[in-house]
């Protein structure tokens, strides 16, 4: 199949006269919120994203163009996003192009004149945002890769290790935007290594805990693409490490579960709270549910967790940005809405809480804790 045709499912974007001011306005100035100026990670319009895959847009926009301080707001998400993709694809299917020749002219002087395989595809996790919390293995590859597909849980200094010949390509999702589709980053992906390219994915925390990095090592599997898996901290580790929380402790919490809080539709009822989950001698890690925590907190003490479990949430764990919320079960929303907590934040809940340094609280029950040990 041709490489061209791997991208077939971008060729029917097409940048409408309408909105194309709208994302060269994008492009050239970028969003410049206090929240994106603040953040450790890519946030969606951020000017550290454009400026990464300014690549990307070389035919349309002078690079110049990108010093620009002045601020556009977006209108129509979703035109934004596809009309951002029909500006990209020149660009994507040039490099294509360029990798194909650069995999045909090492294979010709190999001498046999066979034709080469793919190139291998690599599913990195960077960790909870602190640089220096990568592993070795991670920083290899990402020195070594041809082309890096980047979330928007990837901290801006992780992205600093890249390669200075390497290409970025920022395929994020948040709340109300995703940059690109699943479906569409598997096929990039593919395209990508089928024209000979190291192509590494990069992941915020593990790539195999909540970060769909099972679907798109199976897609690729199936269609004969070698995967790598290189772990990272996950945020649950990162982030208790960070606060001093033993996820788990003898005599206080005999296990720890994952869970998501991601709701159906965007709504505020997470997906999935039993019974088991409301374990007072259980560790109860949440990810991405900052939006349905009221919820998550009453269905919990619904199940019987007592209202008083110690509780934390965490804003950018383990950045120089990050916040934190310590609070019981039964106040924990409150104070997080209170805050004005953002994502990415992790919900830690149950008695091990109280066991760190930072607990605001008497210490009078962090000592019982100990004692039953």
Known sequence: MALVYKLQAFSSFSVSAQNYNKVTSLITNPICSLHYKSSP?????SIERYQRDRWLYQSQVELSQYQSSSCSLPSDSESI???DIALQLPELK?????LKRKRESCCGNDGDGEKCGPGNVFLVGTGPGDPELLTVKAVKVVQKADILLYDRLVSNDVLELVGPDARL???GKTAGYHSRTQEEIHELLLSFAEAGATVVRLKGGDPLVFGRGGE???FLQQQGIQVKVIPGITSASGIAAELGIPLTHRGVANSVR???GHSRNGG???????ESSADPDSTLVVYMGLSTLPALALKLMQHGLPANTPAAAVERGTTPQQRMVFAELNDLANKVAREELVSPTLIIIGKVVALSPLWPLSSKEASCLMEAV
Not at 41 to 45: D, G, R, S, Y
Not at 268 to 274: G, K
């Open 81 to 83: 996003r596809e009309d």
């Open 268 to 274: 505020t009822d997470p997906l999935f709270v039993a």
């Open 169 to 171: 390509l920022y395929v």
């Open 94 to 98: 040039k490099l294509l192009e360029v």
């Open 216 to 218: 798109e090592m199976d």
């Open 258 to 260: 994952f869970l998501t």
């Open 41 to 45: 990670f890519t946030e969606k319009h």
